[in-house]
């Protein structure tokens, strides 16, 4: 698929079987195949999802979550995953802990999966809303990049930043936040919202900001999903970048959520062959 095509996937009738009746989908009658590992404070090792501190920033209260694949090994490159969360809210606890986009696609096999915060240096937390502090945010996720290559064997040309709700806006907003961010990624995830759809309560939300933003994107991909429709985001996108290389992929529930990636169904298949897909040589990258 050339960079230039909109790639368009309408997915209705998601799943391979739907109930032959009127009531509406629902996520949670389908059964999960994959269980997330626990959060724990321990050192990072294949099959573990720990809490980690960058060496340099180990002394600060914010952390992120690191998961090495089951099939990870030392001197070995892989794909990563860099995911921020969803605002709090009724089904999002606004933590870290909370995501769950970066499993769902890879397994946990073959891709390293690193959870990001937004960085708040008022409580030297993760901001539990929005951005905390932006500035420190966006450099917290070079700093991270950087290091991920560094101590895990992530490779720089497999770099991909995905995010839920209040992160699906991340990947633009904070992930293309300026050239040098920017050029870190090769593809992003954003399922639910998206920059530059909705003016939001915090500064630069609206479109003519949004649109600079998406400036910085080229000819890389984004995979685009909402629970019901992606409407509202293709028919922004059609204006604000015809050109673009969006995959959109409504999901036939309502739910506000990102644990349809723990189920096999449609849309994860859907995802998961985009991602494949993405990660071969002949894709189209910004030049670093």
Same mark, same amino acid.
């Given at each position: ?146 290091? #991920? @290559?560094? =101590?895990?064997? $992530? &490779?720089?040309?497999?770099?991909? +930043? ?5 992160? %699906? ?68 996108? #059609? @204006?604000? =970048?015809?050109? $673009? &290389?969006?995959?959109?992929?409504? +999901? ?5 959520? %990102? ?30």
């Amino acid at each position: 698929m050339s960079g230039h095509t909109v790639s368009i996937t309408l997915l209705l009738l998601a799943f391979t079987v739907l109930p032959a009746c009127a009531e509406p989908i629902k996520l949670d009658d389908y059964e999960p195949d994959l269980v997330i590992p626990p959060v724990e404070d321990a050192d990072p090792a294949p099959g573990k999802r720990v809490r980690h501190r960058w060496e340099g920033k180990d002394s600060s209260g914010v952390y992120h979550l690191v998961y090495l694949p089951t099939d990870w090994e030392a001197e070995k490159s892989y794909p990563v995953i860099f995911e921020y969360p969803g605002n709090r809210y009724r089904t999002s606890p606004g933590t870290i802990e909370g995501c769950e986009l970066g499993y769902g696609i890879s397994g946990g096999k073959g891709v390293i999966w690193i959870s990001l915060p937004f960085v708040d240096p008022a409580t030297d937390l993760h901001a539990p809303q929005w951005w905390g502090d932006v500035a420190a945010t966006v450099e917290y996720a070079k700093y991270s990049a950087h290091m #991920a @290559a560094e =101590n895990f064997g $992530g &490779n720089p040309d497999q770099f991909f +930043l995905a995010g839920f709700s209040r992160g %699906a806006i991340a990947c633009n907003y904070i992930g293309l936040h300026d050239d040098e961010i920017a050029a870190l990624w090769r593809g992003f995830i954003c399922h639910s919202h998206y920059d530059g759809v909705k003016k939001w309560g915090y500064p630069a939300s609206d479109r003519a900001w949004a649109k600079a933003r998406l400036a910085r994107l080229g000819e890389r991909p984004q995979f685009i999903s909402h629970e019901r429709s992606t409407d509202a985001t293709r028919t922004y996108l #059609a @204006a604000a =970048n015809p050109k $673009g &290389n969006f995959t959109f992929v409504s +999901l036939p529930f309502g739910e506000h959520t %990102a644990r349809w990636t723990l189920r096999d169904i449609g849309p994860r298949r859907e995802l998961r062959k985009w991602f494949v897909q993405s990660l071969k040589p002949e894709k189209t990258v910004a030049p670093r």
